[in-house]
């Protein structure tokens, strides 16, 4: 039995959530989200609450039965709370700046590199050396930290590049000279 999938969601003031076949409506305050369960689990809402049941026995129903609820339960965190991840830019001349619907970054390079916010991505840099993601969507968040922490990953010796705010570099010794 899914240990994620048994425990009910908790809809909060402020989101609604429609079932119709397998498609769950999720209407926030600002925005609408939906999740399409394709037929795997059964979804009902009962008393303010969303709960998930697989629809048979079978090995495929019962793996989807906690990853949908986990999906929904995103959706229902991202239309309250929001997701955010913060990036940190370290190294001499590296930095960061918004500029309309563009974040450039000059990170080393001959030449900026300009990335093109998505739609539903909000993107603030703080001192030009750290950048604040925010967002409904937690994979959209997540993917978004990811391409921009791959244009210039931190490297081991002197840390430079682009990191998550929480993330340990391990450093590595430089070469030594030989006597």
């Known amino acids: 039995m899914s240990r994620v999938g048994k425990a009910p969601i908790a809809l909060p ?3 609604e959530a429609k079932i119709s076949g397998n498609i769950i409506e999720f209407k926030g305050a600002k925005q609408t989200k939906t999740l399409d ?3 795997n689990v059964q979804a009902t809402l009962e008393n ?11 090995k495929q129903s019962r793996a989807f039965w906690g990853t949908y ?3 929904a339960n995103n959706i229902v965190q991202g239309l309250t709370k929001g997701f955010e991840k913060n990036l940190e830019i370290t190294g001499v001349g590296y930095r960061a700046a918004v ?3 563009t974040l450039e970054l000059l990170l080393g390079y001959s030449h900026p590199i300009n990335y093109e916010i998505p739609e539903g991505v909000e993107i603030a840099v703080d001192k030009s050396v750290s950048v604040s993601i925010k967002g409904a969507d937690k994979q959209q968040v997540g ?3 990811a391409i921009i922490r791959g244009y210039r990953g931190p490297e081991p010796y002197k840390g430079k590049g682009v990191r998550y705010a929480n993330e340990t570099i391990l450093r ?3 070469k030594t000279a030989k006597k």
């Open 13 to 15: 003031k402020g989101v």
């Open 37 to 39: 369960t394709l037929g």
């Open 48 to 58: 303010g609450a969303l709960h998930f049941k697989p629809k048979d026995d079978s």
């Open 69 to 71: 609820r986990a999906l």
């Open 99 to 101: 500029k309309g619907k």
């Open 143 to 145: 993917q978004v930290a």
């Open 172 to 174: 590595k010794a430089g």
